[in-house]
């Protein structure tokens, strides 16, 4: 069964660091694009950052760009966001999405636009920041 897992998610002060974890089932990982999304309370959702299919190639929104990395293990099937010095305003649900495949391993998609190639869906982490 082809599944999106996150985890990772949870309560922290300001400036603090977290790690979210997107375990993928039911196709391997090093075949896809990968971006993560997040949705806080009463706002759009807005893309957060991608890879490529290769992992060589990512973007970040600005709004996290310098504190956040994205990146993907293909031996444990497993995308990942390091989030570094988190902000109250970085409080929402995170999602990691997979992209619908293309032939180009080194193509990311512009963030405004990733929402678009997206087939398939995790069910969200809640990261939480107290100021």
Same mark, same amino acid.
């Given at each position: 069964?082809? *599944?999106?897992?996150?985890?990772?998610?949870?309560?922290?002060?300001?400036?603090?660091?977290? *790690?979210?974890?997107?375990?993928?089932?039911? @196709?391997?990982?090093?075949?896809?694009?990968?971006?993560? @999304?997040?949705?806080?309370?009463?706002?759009?959702?807005?893309?957060?950052?991608?890879?490529?299919?290769?992992?060589?190639?990512?973007?970040?929104?600005?709004?996290?760009?310098?504190? @956040?990395?994205?990146?993907?293990?293909?031996?444990?099937?497993?995308?990942?966001?390091?989030?570094?010095?988190?902000?109250?305003?970085?409080?929402?649900?995170?999602?990691?999405? *997979?992209?619908?495949?293309?032939?180009?391993?080194?193509?990311?998609?512009?963030?405004?636009?990733?929402?678009?190639?997206?087939? *398939?869906?995790?069910?969200?982490?809640?990261?939480?920041?107290?100021?």
């Amino acid at each position: 069964q082809l *599944r999106l897992v996150e985890s990772g998610g949870g309560l922290v002060h300001s400036g603090g660091s977290l *790690r979210l974890s997107c375990a993928a089932s039911g @196709f391997t990982l090093d075949d896809y694009a990968m971006c993560w @999304f997040r949705q806080a309370p009463g706002k759009a959702r807005e893309g957060v950052s991608c890879i490529s299919i290769s992992g060589d190639n990512s973007n970040y929104a600005d709004s996290v760009k310098g504190r @956040f990395t994205i990146s993907k293990h293909n031996a444990k099937n497993t995308a990942y966001l390091q989030m570094n010095n988190l902000k109250p305003e970085d409080t929402a649900v995170y999602y990691c999405a *997979r992209l619908a495949k293309w032939d180009d391993s080194d193509y990311v998609p512009g963030l405004s636009a990733a929402a678009d190639g997206v087939d *398939r869906w995790g069910l969200g982490t809640l990261v939480t920041v107290s100021s």
